[in-house]
């Protein structure tokens, strides 16, 4: 029958919401601490499908086989990048593979959990090369590590690792900007909070640039921080074959959980 893809209309609504419900619940198995379900997740996601359907700006497409809608996925602006969201399918052999075959939008991200092996594969089949890993842990109040202290206003940063969590500012009210004095630098974002579908714990602070010779120091740094301002969590994105960093999180009791894949 062969599988086609095309922009998503208002009557394909309830076989989008069923797919990314679907999608949900699989993310949620995969880390109920970060994607865990709201009450009313369903109802409410519906209602921001059927706004992204309508809206001028958001990409969406769906993947018919057999006249039937089998995967879908909206490619949002993020500045001079794009994000992949909401991409669900039934299967990857054959609605995965042309979906991702007619993304035109580059550069463009997307996410996966770790664990699933399919949807990695039809990724990388399909040209998309690892970007980073958002690893996860609790923010716990407490004073910084010696030596580590604000970063100096207007000092030159490190360029951030690549995410989706669009663009985030080191310098906004709120923000944090540290520095360890022997060339480390860590910065975070203001407060986040997570979208009303997901049970969160409370606000996240992400992390998008930690470098220099003591990373382990530098997590602690951002867990206190981030702990005593008030935030729940700690979401570090590490690049891709930043080994180092990576050692340092599980070290501090981080869980890997999202995986970016890039292409263009």
């Known amino acids: ?6 922009p998503a209309e208002a009557g394909d609504l309830d076989a989008i919401a069923a797919l990314t419900a679907a999608h949900r619940v699989r993310l949620a198995t995969a880390s109920p601490r970060w994607w865990g ?10 209602l921001w499908l059927g706004h992204l359907i309508a809206a001028d700006g958001p990409r969406f497409r769906v993947v018919e086989v057999g006249g039937v809608v089998r995967g879908c996925g909206v490619a949002l602006a993020q500045g001079d990048q794009w994000f992949l969201d909401d991409l669900a399918v039934a299967d990857w052999a054959e609605a995965g593979a042309a979906l991702l075959a007619a993304v035109s939008e580059t550069p463009v991200l997307t ?15 399909a040209g998309w090369v690892p970007a980073s890993r958002v690893w996860i842990g609790d923010a716990v109040a407490g004073d910084l590590p010696p030596g580590v202290g604000p970063v100096a ?3 030159p940063l490190p360029p951030p690792a690549p995410h989706s969590f669009g ?3 080191p310098g906004a009210p709120g923000a944090l900007a540290l520095g360890d004095g022997d060339g480390g630098v860590v910065t975070g974002s ?10 969160a714990p409370g ?27 008030g935030d729940a969590l700690v979401a570090v994105v ?14 501090a009791g981080f869980v890997a959980t999202v995986d970016v894949y890039r292409r263009g």
């Open 111 to 125: 996410c996966a959990a770790p664990g699933d092996a399919a949807r990695a594969g039809a990724l990388r089949r």
């Open 1 to 6: 029958m062969g599988a086609s893809v095309r």
């Open 37 to 46: 379900a709201a009450a009313g997740a369903d109802e409410m996601h519906r």
């Open 203 to 229: 606000t996240v602070c992400v992390v998008d640039r930690l470098v220099g010779p003591d990373r382990a120091g530098l997590v602690r740094a951002a867990v206190a921080a981030a702990g005593t301002r």
């Open 190 to 199: 203001a407060p986040v909070t997570a979208p009303p579908v997901y049970a």
């Open 153 to 155: 206003p207007r000092a």
């Open 238 to 251: 590490a690049a891709a074959g930043d080994g180092d960093l990576a050692g340092a999180l599980g070290g």
């Open 167 to 169: 663009s985030l500012d």
